[in-house]
């Protein structure tokens, strides 16, 4: 029986006794029910921390106007041109996953998806609605300002659970409109061409927000969030490609906020500090939010005597909502770590009680069959130090940072954030592990040298019912009872993996036929301007960016589209 259960049933049957020894005196049994219950509660403890506190939930929510403008515009017009290409489009995911094999479902849809099993429930939703001005098709000299294109979308995802029982819910949502190839040119001659820099036309893009939100609650959630226009210029043979956005994550309310463009990345910055409250593990726009506008010159080599410029604008726009409740689960599928080797005393797990502290020694990483060769073997993985923060019916959870996979010269090839691990026996006995903590948010990972992490990651997909997972051992009887009452160094094995339903009925990945469609083309070659993380990639690797070098992502989300 629970705490509560124990102190109802110790007073109810003390206020038996009272009721026989005061039935004359009902005011006076009363008031000693009420001292006979909190001493009770005294007696038995009470939790210090509810099941509801941790349970996860994350969202994010946006409508959004992008308008762009040619300013400063005198002497420009627009040749016809029918072959400007506008392209808009959406798509939708959701999932959700418990531990039993039979309880999972997945659903991609070009518009809205909605999934629940058991406890876990995720849904998401997008619209996008381009408008190019007609001048750019027939021809015609411009205004000044000249509105070109508008991008107008609405967006929504949702994870959460209303228990603490495996395994996870994941939504994202994706949009991208794209004006390509408009052409612009200038009508002066050589006589006729303006004294220096009287001549400097900009590209406008003003951003009108009407809803932004972002939340992640308790225990190992996430919530991200990237809108950003590629504005692609060509003139006189020399291309140039500016990105201009943010990109905003939280994790477990923890605000991690990204502004792209080169020039125009303070004026991002400043428009959030003064336009978003940051509160209650949440970003809200606040109530009549000024316009974002920023400024992005024209290439040089525009500005001479009839010159023209080709122009191509890609507004694209993604969010995500993720939870996992930590909790005791299956390992399943590729795994990499550090395994105890006989009666070694080596290599350490270490509690310092005094401080709350859970912390670890460097731990060798010993792989076996094909992936000998791999430079991860003979490297460590490296656990940050965690924090005791709740006990709840045996369970005991700890806040962290981060863990990293380095090769056997101390290079990083993986890094991941480790915010919540959780210490939960049911399962030791069958699998070996005792504490576990879900991975949601990939931050570095270098493929290029590392089969293991190239294998790894094909598992990380839009179909995946596997969600990425540290799992720890640990001998708990040779310590003791009441082991996190003490002090104590521990033999300690250490496997990254994934976590899933029962091992023997994992399926397959499917096929997403769906996703093949040609708009997903678009969002592919898209991802690798995210800006989170970067994979380095090898010359012929599919993920290589042109202008080579490494291509940044958010592994966490890059992982979901499809390749």
């Known amino acids: 029986m629970n705490i509560l259960t124990n102190s109802i049933t110790l007073t109810a049957i003390l206020f038996t006794i009272f009721l026989i020894l005061f039935y004359r005196n009902m005011k006076n049994l009363i008031y000693k029910n009420i001292f006979i219950l909190n001493i009770a509660l005294l007696i038995l403890g009470t939790p210090r921390i509810s099941n509801a506190v941790l349970i996860p939930s994350a969202g994010t929510e946006s409508e959004t106007t992008i308008t762009a403008q040619l300013m400063s515009n005198d002497g420009i017009y627009f040749p016809p041109n029918p072959s400007t ?32 099993i058991n406890s876990h429930s995720s849904s998401s939703s997008s619209s996008v609605f381009l408008n190019l001005d007609a001048n750019i098709s027939n021809g015609g000299v411009l205004n000044d300002p000249a509105a070109i294109a508008t991008f107008q979308s609405q967006h929504y995802t949702a994870a959460k659970s209303s228990s603490l029982d495996p395994l996870f819910s994941r939504a994202a949502t994706i949009s991208q409109g794209l004006i390509s190839n408009f052409l612009i040119q200038n009508t002066f001659t050589d006589d006729t061409f303006p004294p220096p820099n009287s001549f400097n036309p900009l590209l406008n893009l003003t951003w009108d927000i009407d809803k932004l939100k972002m939340k992640s609650e308790a225990a190992s959630s996430l919530s991200y969030m990237r809108d950003t226009i590629e504005i692609v210029q060509q003139s006189g043979g020399k291309t140039k490609t500016t990105t201009i956005g943010f990109v905003s994550l939280l994790e477990n309310g923890k605000e991690s906020t990204m502004y792209l463009g080169d020039s125009s990345s303070q004026a991002i910055k400043n428009w959030f500090d003064t336009n978003i409250n940051r509160i209650d593990d949440q970003l809200i726009l606040k109530e009549n939010p000024g316009n974002l506008s920023v400024s992005v010159p024209l290439l040089d080599e525009f500005i001479n005597p009839q010159q023209s410029l080709i122009l191509h604008l890609k507004n694209t726009h993604i969010e995500l909502s993720y939870e996992a409740p930590p909790r005791a689960t299956f390992q399943v599928g590729q795994s990499i770590g550090h395994e105890i080797v006989g009666e070694s005393q080596k290599f350490q797990m270490h509690w310092d009680k005094t401080n709350n502290t859970l912390y670890f020694d460097r731990l060798p990483i010993n792989i076996k069959d094909k992936y000998k060769n791999d430079p991860l073997n003979g490297g460590y993985i490296e656990i940050d130090p965690l924090t005791h923060f709740a006990s709840i019916e045996g369970r005991e959870y700890f806040s962290g940072t981060e863990i990293r996979l380095l090769d056997r010269r101390g290079n990083v090839l993986y890094r991941a954030s480790l915010p919540t691990l959780v210490f939960e026996g049911s399962i030791f006995q069958s699998q070996g592990f005792n504490m576990f903590a879900p991975i949601l948010n990939v931050l570095e990972a270098n493929l290029d040298v590392s089969s293991w992490l190239q294998d790894y990651f094909k598992e990380i997909s839009f179909e995946s019912i596997l969600l990425p997972e540290l799992f720890l051992g640990f001998e708990q009887t040779k310590i003791g009872s009441d082991i996190w009452d003490q002090n104590f160094n521990t033999p300690v094995n250490a496997i990254l993996s994934f976590s899933g339903p029962k091992p023997s009925t994992v399926p397959e990945p499917t096929t997403l036929v769906l996703f093949i469609l040609g708009f997903m083309y678009l969002i592919l070659m898209e991802i690798k301007y995210c800006s989170r993380v970067f994979i380095k990639t090898s010359p012929n690797s599919p993920y290589n960016h042109p202008s080579g070098g490494n291509i940044p992502v958010v592994a966490s989300i890059a992982a979901l589209i499809p390749r």
């Open 85 to 116: 290409l506008v392209t808009a489009g959406t798509a939708s995911y959701a999932t959700a996953v418990s531990t039993d094999p039979d309880f999972f479902e997945s659903e991609i849809n070009l518009g809205n998806s909605d999934r629940t």
